[in-house]
């Protein structure tokens, strides 16, 4: 039961019905980070998918890129209540990324430039619901969004879209990220509002 | 689990900035650097929330400060920050936050680089600091617009006369006093190797405040040769309504 605040009656607009619990509608595009944006030069980017010890996939940029891409439009929902509409990007999606790969695992774990990672289980990635994405806007992905390119998983908050991807490891079980293991949820869906573990 | 703060006292710090003081009986305790999220709700059930940093120092009184910056076009800072009276009593939610923080047991320099009123849990650290008498040496640069929007400036003045392990520079961006050294301007490469830690000496840094500020500073302190995973950062948007 919530306490009512004296003399508070809000700002409401006739968008919030369509937000995730605990959100407000922002039309910029603000940027999280835990640290300072890394600078990756495309020469040297690649991208792999291993397991174990074992490497499955390897790409560089030019033999990602080749790769088709598809055009996404998402809605975004960032831990810190900001939502964006309508968003355009372009990017290769995971189903096409595993293509050929076969697993017995569950779980994803991310890496980035600059040693970030987020969790995923596998089933969220697939289905056209995850994608490598490089392009924002009609423009190459700057690197404060996440440039070259980034995961883009908009049904779960945004930290679970990881900026500057290099890679993921496929793992049996399941096992917490960087701000999943700081206080944040495992899953992170924003539909039930799961921001905290625990809180 | 949302908690019930009561409000002990009300300071302005500046002409749009408040302090909050809330006395909550559950409040666990947090580490300087963290936040909170604070719920108001209205008559007819509707809520908003946000996040605000936390300034006081960890405490055993059960106290949490909180300051809050006027957003011209903000739904709950002007609330925040005009409404709320002492005795009234507010929701939040926390500590949250494991990484922009500053732990009393860090003994290495300490460097904090403030963008207006990204201060705020840097003074949460620089407070905690002191009242755990512990000697790890802080440098601030505190960037900020004028010098009425200097937040906390008699308390940070007193605490760098007295104990000269903590230093303290300002970049003011638009108006500086009339016998200031530099001229207004943005922090730059200059100002980062004349003022902060040299990078040799492993410095942790601390950054906050708004994106672009974060941006620049960061990769500053990055080109200087500081090592990028000791550069924790904590940024907000224009319409993040967080401090």
């Given at each position: 039961m919530s306490i009512v605040s004296r003399g508070f009656s809000g700002r409401r607009s006739a968008t919030d019905a369509t937000l995730p619990p605990g959100q407000y509608l922002t039309t910029d595009f603000p940027v999280l980070s835990a640290g300072p944006t890394p600078h990756v030069p495309l020469d040297r980017w690649e991208f792999t998918i291993k397991e174990g010890t074992d490497v499955l996939r390897r790409w560089d940029w030019k033999s990602f890129r080749e790769l088709p891409a598809e055009t996404i439009t998402a809605d975004l929902h960032c831990v810190t209540r900001w939502s964006k509409l309508g968003t355009s990007w372009e990017g290769v999606p995971l189903d096409t990324i595993f293509a050929g790969v076969r697993t017995n695992s569950s779980y994803a774990m991310m890496h980035s430039y600059g040693d970030y990672t987020t969790n995923l289980p596998l089933v969220d990635l697939m289905k056209k619901q995850a994608w490598i994405a490089f392009r924002f806007d009609g423009k190459d992905l700057a690197p404060e969004h996440g440039g070259p390119a980034r995961l883009l998983v908009?049904?779960?908050?945004?930290?679970?879209?990881?900026?500057w991807v290099r890679g993921m490891t496929l793992m049996p079980e399941d096992k917490p990220g960087f701000w999943e293991g700081l206080g944040y949820h495992i899953y992170g869906d924003p539909w039930r509002e799961q921001r905290y573990s625990g809180a | 689990m949302w908690r019930v703060g009561k409000v002990v006292a009300l300071h302005d710090e500046t002409s749009t900035a408040r302090t909050i003081t809330l006395e909550v009986p559950d409040w666990p305790g947090h580490v300087a650097g963290q936040h909170v999220d604070v719920r108001l709700t209205a008559p007819d059930g509707y809520s908003a929330v946000r996040s605000y940093s936390i300034a006081?120092?960890?405490?055993?009184?059960s106290r949490v400060g909180i300051t809050v910056e006027r957003l011209s076009n903000g739904e709950v800072s002007p609330y925040l920050t005009q409404e709320v009276a002492v005795g009234d009593q507010l929701e939040l939610r926390g500590p949250?936050?494991?990484?922009f923080v500053w732990r009393t047991e860090q003994t290495e320099p300490v460097q904090l680089i403030a963008g207006g009123s990204g201060i705020v849990p840097l003074m949460s650290m620089i407070r905690s600091r002191v009242s755990a008498g512990t000697t790890a040496p802080f440098r601030l640069l505190y960037s900020v617009r004028?010098?009425?929007?200097?937040?906390?400036r008699d308390e940070l003045q007193a605490l760098s006369d007295r104990d000269h392990s903590v230093s303290l520079t300002y970049a003011f961006t638009r108006a500086a006093p009339k016998?200031?050294?530099?001229?207004?301007?943005r922090i730059d490469a200059a100002l980062i190797a004349k003022t902060t830690w040299p990078s040799n000496l492993g410095p942790t840094s601390y950054v906050c405040g708004p994106t672009p500020f974060v941006e620049s500073a960061a990769s500053l302190l990055s080109a200087s040769g500081n090592s990028p995973d000791k550069i924790r950062t904590e940024r907000f948007g224009p319409t993040g309504d967080r401090k």
């Open positions: 908009p049904h779960l908050y945004l930290w679970k879209s990881a900026k | 006081s120092a960890p405490n055993h009184e949250i936050g494991g990484w004028e010098p009425g929007a200097i937040l906390y016998d200031w050294s530099r001229p207004p301007g």
